[in-house]
């Protein structure tokens, strides 16, 4: 398991699941889905992501997500319920 993941994620038809504590100073564009998905009990640290252009929510948090989230851009969410 990761401790930090640092990406570049872009134009995503399906999910990319990472599975980390800090997902930091990473570009999240063209998505189909949302740009950042937390859930099932996890508990990040979201921090200094661009997450911009995808087709829904920058950042979601479901069912028994937990995480810290700062310092985040989102903006070009095509359908964001904000």
């Known amino acids: 398991m990761f401790e930090r993941s640092t990406a570049v994620i872009s134009d995503s038809e399906e999910a990319i699941l990472f599975f980390v504590s800090v997902?930091?100073?990473?570009?999240?564009?063209?998505?189909?889905?949302?740009g950042i998905d937390i859930r099932h009990c996890g508990d990040p640290r979201v921090?200094?992501?661009l997450i911009c252009n995808g087709m829904s929510d920058g950042i979601v948090v479901g069912s028994k997500g937990l995480g810290t989230i700062e310092a985040n851009v989102i903006r070009g969410e095509q359908m964001c319920k904000c």
């Open 23 to 34: 997902l930091a100073d990473n570009l999240i564009s063209g998505n189909r889905w949302g």
């Open 47 to 49: 921090t200094c992501n």
